[in-house]
């Protein structure tokens, strides 16, 4: 049983709560690992009709207010929250009782051991795992299979008894495990591995079982479809507000009559354009939607009706490297002295020289950069600075031209255009191109990327974002190491062996 406490994983990301609309749930004290089990287990089970709720709720009656309180008072009090008695299907509600005193728990814990089944009709309780956890903590199980529902009650879990507690999903699930059938050897594995002491083993069972779903297709497709005449769609709406301005108009004003007719007229054929242009562009798969899918440079992040954000990925390739190298040989520039600050307690100027010459100058290192962007639909773009990467971004550095400037340079009002005349998949391209450049003239910037190569930045910014030619990406400081290794090494004490030898002779 690990304790560590896990908010994340692939089955629980923004792309899978859109998947799994039918497993949804609370986390348990920022612990999100409940949740992905159940998807992990249970969603290659369930019919189309089925869905699952998880929730925690928590009380502390003493065992004095058990006993002075009738028991059909004191379950309506434990259970006033709860889902699962809601009559709602689908229903997972674990219930910790939280005194701190033992036996204010246990007090209550065996109230509902005696009275829960006879207070609510079509619950029964699962014995076998009370039993299985009496060594660790005391839980009581209460299913009820018409509802395909479960409320289990604990005394004072924790994140740690909380992975445990998951290990009998198969049990209080019987509706959809059937003992007969079996689970496989991934899904044991990843039972198995909420026993450990550590994690590393049931993250790698939820990534290797997420693996089996492609959420980034999904994502894609929900998000972008019918995207390209979404702004069709907003014009149609509002001229069809004018027409009825214009009919308004046309009543109240009889001696315009002919010019407002004249005015309808026009928008009827704007309208009719737009409808034309929305029925030959209606379909799902649109030319931008399948360029998201084949491009793995690209996260589409979020789209509404107004604006498309998305981040990128590449290779740092457009740089003037006249520049650079003058700017790599010159030891007073801030190469070596970023912000006016000596650095050579962090990497020696040696060790950065070298470094900046087999990225910029002799090419054999890469660096892989990110940027995130925001389209507008009416015709911006918008570079985010201080953006939230996701974990597809973590070979990646942030280009700091956009990360701390928002600075896009030449490039924005290129897009700016290509946007104004709906040509999104050219303006991602540029974008992409905005990512992939530094302009070593520019010194705020890179007085800013050489810090944070250095490891001085105070942003927190990944810096394993250096490519070594056998496909490994690392930080500096190992990049600097490796760099060392491919050089020629000379024979040590070859003066004392020469020596030797003549003497010898």
Not at 463 to 483: F, H, M, N, Q, S
Request: charged share 25%; aromatic share 12%; hydrophobic share 35%.
């Amino acid at each position: 049983m690990f304790k560590s406490v896990i908010n994340s994983t692939p089955l629980v990301s923004d792309a899978a709560n859109s998947f799994f609309q039918n497993i949804r749930g609370d986390y348990f004290q920022r612990d999100a690992t409940f949740l992905s089990t159940l998807r992990a287990l249970v969603a290659p089970r369930m019919a189309k009709e089925d869905s699952v709720t998880l929730s925690f709720t928590e009380t502390h009656y003493t065992a004095g207010q058990v006993r002075d309180n009738s028991i059909r008072d004191m379950l309506n009090a434990i259970c006033r929250y709860s889902n699962a008695l809601s009559g709602e299907m689908g229903q997972i509600q674990i219930h910790n009782f939280v005194s701190q005193s033992q036996e204010d728990n246990y007090a209550c814990l065996e109230l509902m051991k005696s009275s829960f089944e006879q207070q609510y009709e079509g619950w029964h309780r699962l014995n076998k795992v009370t039993d299985f956890f009496r060594k660790t903590f005391y839980v009581l199980c209460f299913i009820n299979p018409e509802k395909k529902s479960v409320y289990l009650f604990t005394d004072k879990m924790d994140v740690k008894k909380m992975h445990y507690l998951q290990c009998s999903i198969f049990a209080f699930l019987p509706w959809y495990f059937d003992p007969e059938v079996g689970v496989s050897e991934l899904e044991m594995e990843l039972i198995n591995s909420l026993r450990e002491k550590k994690s590393d083993k049931y993250e790698d069972c939820i990534a290797r079982i997420a693996s089996q779903y492609d959420f980034r297709t999904q994502k894609i497709r929900n998000l972008l479809a019918g995207f390209e005449t979404r702004y069709e769609r907003q014009e149609c709406e509002k001229v069809r507000r004018e027409i009825g301005d214009y009919i308004d108009e046309i009543d109240r004003l009889n001696n315009q009559i002919g010019e407002y007719l004249r005015y309808k007229a026009d928008k009827e054929i704007r309208l009719l354009g737009l409808e034309t242009k929305i029925a030959q562009g209606s379909s799902e798969d649109s030319e931008i939607m399948e360029y998201f899918l084949c491009n793995n440079r690209l996260v589409l992040e979020e789209v509404t009706d107004t604006y498309m954000v998305f981040s990128c990925m590449d290779y740092l390739t457009y740089f003037d490297e006249d520049m650079a190298k003058q700017m790599i040989d010159n030891k007073r520039s801030y190469v070596y002295r970023p912000n006016g600050r000596m650095c050579n307690n962090f990497i020696p100027e040696d060790d950065m020289k070298k470094l900046m010459y087999a990225i910029f100058i002799d090419q054999t290192l890469r660096i892989k950069m990110c940027c995130a962007y925001q389209f507008d639909l009416n015709g911006r773009v918008r570079g985010l600075s201080g953006h939230n990467y996701g974990y597809e971004f973590r070979e990646c550095t942030p280009n700091t031209h956009i990360d701390r400037y928002s600075c896009m340079g030449n490039y924005e009002r290129t897009i700016n255009e290509l946007l104004k005349n709906h040509n999104y998949i050219g303006a991602i391209e540029q974008c992409v191109a905005s990512c992939k450049s530094m302009n070593f003239a520019d010194s705020p910037v890179m007085q800013e990327f050489m810090s944070r190569l250095y490891g001085l930045s105070g942003s927190n910014v990944n810096i394993r974002c250096i490519e070594l030619p056998d496909g490994r990406v690392v930080e500096p400081k190992e990049a600097i190491e490796w760099l060392k290794a491919q050089e020629p090494q000379e024979p040590e004490n070859a003066a004392t062996q020469e020596g030797e030898t003549e003497s010898n002779e």
